[in-house]
Nanobody, 113 residues
Framework: VQLQESGPGLVKPSQTLSLTCTVS??????????WHWIRQPPGKGLEWIGD???????YYSPALKSRSSISRDTSNNQFSLQLSSVTPEDTAVYYC??????WGQGTLVTVSS
């Protein structure tokens, strides 16, 4: 199974960050798989954002819940993250992962005007 993040590398403050993770070699509806979004700001540790389960249920970090939305497109075997009202503090490498064992390579998103 391989995961690949895609989306804009630069987002303006107050806008919405949108990323998509394309999964190949396996289905996102496979039972008991949870598909996660994690980020790592420059010089800081990993921060879990949230996940979407094989059945479509979603779970979010309390710290980001009010601004986060995770959805999926089963026909294209993708899941997506939207993070609203971004600030420069949302600048980070964003990763998607399956069951926290299978990771994408990550994509840098910079929030700047």
């Amino acid at each position: 199974v391989q995961l690949q993040e895609s989306g804009p590398g630069l987002v303006k403050p107050s806008q919405t960050l949108s990323l998509t993770c394309t999964v190949s070699g396996g289905s996102i509806t496979t039972s008991y798989y949870y598909w996660h979004w994690i980020r790592q700001p420059p010089g800081k540790g990993l921060e879990w954002i949230g996940d979407i389960s094989y059945s479509g249920s979603t779970y979010y970090s309390p710290a980001l819940k009010s601004r986060s939305s995770i959805s999926r497109d089963t026909s294209n075997n993708q899941f997506s993250l939207q993070l609203s009202s971004v600030t420069p503090e949302d600048t980070a490498v964003y990763y998607c992962a399956g069951n926290l064992a299978l990771w994408g390579q990550g994509t840098l998103v910079t929030v700047s005007s």
